[in-house]
């Protein structure tokens, strides 16, 4: 078997797989800790989550490798809204001259380390470990080995560069700034944390940042400022003492300089201002209220036709990305005067934020981003008037479904992954909250503990579930595919004994509308969606009654 080399330790080790196995319920509540005795790899095949790894938070992606060492600890952040999906693989490390247990560590040099996998790598992996494993015997062992060597020479091929150059000492420089903006901050201050002299740091600032210090770092206290005049009623001064300004005057002078209106003007001018949605849901409500954002970031695969057409109407340009990536670049070059959306990491954050202000974190269910987005816009009538026809549909809705309310009969959304099964949470947003708590369907009883939007689900708890009505969401994904995991549901006995599915009550339901597109119009095709589907089912089966 072959070795490899930590550069810190000239000894020689091997390494044994000891398991492998997805990553289930407990990684998807915020507050699950998990306790690693041995070193391992945690794979995402989907989603991201934020975990917190030994004392540091961290943001774990989809394609992502991290390893982690012996006695590592993680605990969960934010993970239930945020797909995730992937596997743990647990292994020994033993030394070769002795075969006594050899102290792992990561090629980093900290107690963890990431790194992103290619494409077709990453395929493999994840065929690898879909595929129905035998019982172990000594040929498997030998595939789990190839299979864990893989993932270490991937890491050790990947292991960053630690020289020190320039280019990281200014970016030192500009996380101190975006750390302590609120200080005073001088150019050798910079220069030394840079690690270069005050002229240099000066030049290579701006061949970097393009600006001089002095102005990103004005630009950076404004835009801090504008974010204050948005989440907090605080007056100038106190604004201004807050993002490092020791003179109001000034502060006006340069707010001025920069946004073009007084703060005292800001929010009201706010909805003529270029704003920049970092999600189709988003730009939906906004427009609704009469706030046309300048751009919507979108990924193409999961763009809705009803967004597509929504966004054309109204001249909102679409910045097409891949999935689960937010391109800075194209963001910073339209020059945003104001940056929305849900979730960011912390990372993505400080990066935006160099940008313009950031709003962030804002709600996934539609009444209370409604609300929050009337509250900054000025806009409660538009929003009550929105809210209210939604509250009708959904209403004329329980109505025409008021049979199958009364019956109690258990309805889930089954959603085939190319990874495997999920079911949507009776507790979560979006198409949850309207299913199982607007309209006030019954979701299975033996589902009702998930706490993730989806979760986890083997074909023991679909069988256990054994719903009356089946909406079966096959998973639209860039890369992959949920039709060989389909084709395996339906040829399983657990699909032909279900009860929605002899009784021919198996609906499918579109990721891109489902998912992606549960806004304001989306509800509507959602609602008519759900309620042809239920009383056509009900009524035919009243007609057809099984004997």
């Known amino acids: 078997m072959s070795t490899i080399e930590r550069q810190q330790d000239e000894r020689q080790w091997f390494a044994q797989w000891q398991s492998t196995k997805p990553l289930g319920d407990q990684w998807m509540a915020a507050g699950e800790v998990h306790y690693f005795p041995s070193p391992a790899f945690l794979l995402l095949t989907d989603g991201q989550a934020m975990w917190n790894i030994n004392g540091q938070s ?6 992502q490798l991290i390893a982690v060492e012996a006695n590592s600890v993680i605990e969960v952040v934010e993970g239930g809204n945020l797909d995730l999906a992937g596997w743990q693989i647990q292994f020994h ?3 070769i001259n002795n075969n006594e247990a050899f102290e792992w560590q990561v090629p980093a040099g900290d107690t963890f380390q990431q790194v992103q996998l290619t494409g077709g790598f990453l395929t493999g992996i994840s065929d690898y470990l879909n595929e129905e494993q035998p019982k172990q015997n000594s040929g498997m062992l030998v595939e789990h080995q190839y299979f864990l060597y893989g993932l270490l020479r991937s890491l050790y091929q990947q292991q960053p560069d630690e020289r020190q150059t320039t280019k990281k000492g200014i970016l030192r420089s ?3 700034i975006q750390e302590h903006y609120d200080e005073v901050i001088t150019r050798e201050q910079l220069a030394h944390i840079a690690g270069i002299s005050p002229w240099h740091y000066s030049r290579k600032f701006s061949e970097w940042c393009g600006k001089r210090p002095s102005d990103y770092l004005a630009a950076y206290r404004i835009y801090r400022a504008q974010e204050e005049l948005l989440l907090t009623s605080a007056k100038s001064q106190d604004i201004a003492r807050k993002t490092g300004f020791e003179d109001v005057h000034y502060f006006s002078r340069r707010f001025k300089h920069l946004t073009g209106v007084s703060p005292k003007n800001y929010v009201k001018t706010l909805q003529q201002r270029k704003i920049i949605s970092l999600s189709p849901f988003c730009a939906e409500v906004l427009i609704a209220l ?24 109204h001249g909102v340009k679409l910045l097409e990305v891949p999935q689960y990536i937010i391109p800075v670049e194209q963001i910073e070059q339209a020059e945003p005067a104001l940056i929305v959306g849900h979730f960011l990491t912390e990372d993505m954050k400080r990066r935006l934020r160099t940008i313009g202000p950031v709003l962030t974190g804002l709600p996934v269910d539609i009444t209370p981003l409604f609300d929050r987005f009337a509250d900054l816009f000025d806009k409660r009538a538009e929003a009550q008037s929105c809210q209210q026809r939604m509250a009708n549909e959904v209403k004329e809705a329980q109505q025409r479904l ?16 190319p990874f495997g099964y999920r079911y949507l949470g009776v507790n979560s947003s979006g198409v949850s909250q309207l299913l199982y708590h607007k309209l006030g369907l019954m979701p299975p009883h033996s589902l009702k503990a998930g706490k993730a939007w989806f979760n986890p689900c083997s074909l023991e708890q679909l069988a256990a579930a054994d719903p009356e009505y ?8 860039e890369n992959f595919s949920a039709d060989e995991n389909m084709e395996k549901l339906m040829e399983s006995s657990c699909w032909t004994n279900l009860r929605a599915v002899r009784n021919g009550r198996v ?3 579109d990721t891109r509308i489902w998912v992606d597109g549960c806004g304001i119009a989306g509800q509507s095709i959602i609602l008519n969606q759900i309620v042809s589907s239920l009383t056509e089912a009900r009524q035919e089966a009243h007609n057809n009654p099984i004997e």
């Open 507 to 509: 609906f499918y339901a």
């Open 58 to 63: 961290i943001h774990a992606a989809f394609g």
């Open 290 to 313: 009469g706030v046309v954002p300048h751009a919507v970031m979108v990924t193409p695969l999961l763009l809705s036709e009803h967004h597509r057409d929504l966004f054309h109407k």
């Open 402 to 417: 008021k049979a199958v309310i009364e019956a109690k009969a258990p309805v889930m959304v089954l959603r085939v992954e």
């Open 174 to 176: 500009v996380a101190y």
């Open 93 to 95: 490390a033993f030394a």
């Open 470 to 477: 089946l909406f079966v969401e096959k998973r639209v994904m």
